[in-house]
């Protein structure tokens, strides 16, 4: 059974003011969390590889993707939606996997720093058990968003070829009805979208309201 991660890369930040990924938070760029986390996974056992669909003139984000051992794929196309970047990403995966029937994509997104090693592997741990096919977590600190990465059993994965625009899997698999499990898991695991988002993480989480 092999767990393959996919960190879309190729967006251009234009809420952030450009080049989001890069932008420093703890001394390290908002990726860079990302995917020493997801470092963390393989050694673990958790995560076979990680796959990071960047754009194609991108030197900055294919050099941090090998500085961290993952593999760096580029898009086709000068920019690319979403949608055609998590298509690209698992054709390479398709390509460069392995040939297990077995098989799981874990989507995590670039500009969600706070990832956890331990929201990973509760959600390995169910696919593995064999009883969801989609697995994703929900943050007690954000009831009722829905929570990343995501996890997608190999039987789902054609469905990507119907996502479309800035989506992921999300909305295709609320229109095929097909079951999420979701994990409920401490904390929160917030999008870097501004400026304003940054400089959030550094704040105190907010007090649990009285009894």
């Not at 760096?72 to 690209?88: F, M």
């Not at 499990?181 to 979208?193: K, L």
């Amino acid at each position: 059974m092999r767990v393959y991660a996919l960190v879309p890369a190729a967006g251009r930040g234009t809420r952030f003011g450009g080049e989001k990924l890069l932008a420093k938070w703890q001394d390290r760029e908002l990726i860079g969390h990302v995917l020493l986390k997801l470092g963390g996974a393989r050694a673990a056992g958790l995560v076979s590889l990680t796959f990071v669909v960047h754009r194609p003139e991108d030197d900055a984000i294919r050099n941090l993707a090998i500085e961290y051992r993952c593999h760096a794929e580029a898009l086709r196309v000068a920019d690319g939606e979403l949608s055609y970047t998590l298509r690209t990403g698992i054709e390479a995966i398709r390509t460069r996997g392995s040939t297990d029937p077995d098989q799981a994509l874990l989507v995590c997104h670039g500009d969600q720093p706070m990832l956890r090693l331990d929201v990973i592997r509760a959600l390995v741990d169910v696919w593995k058990q064999g009883s969801a096919k989609a697995v994703r977590p929900s943050y007690r600190d954000t009831p009722g968003e829905p929570g990343h990465p995501l996890l997608i059993d190999r039987t789902l994965w054609h469905l990507a070829a119907e996502i479309r625009g800035d989506t992921g899997f999300g909305p295709v698999l609320a229109r095929h009805a097909v079951p999420v499990r979701t994990i409920s898991v401490a904390g929160s695991n917030p999008d870097v979208d501004t400026a304003a988002d940054l400089a959030a993480l550094d704040s105190p989480a907010p007090a649990p309201a009285p009894a």
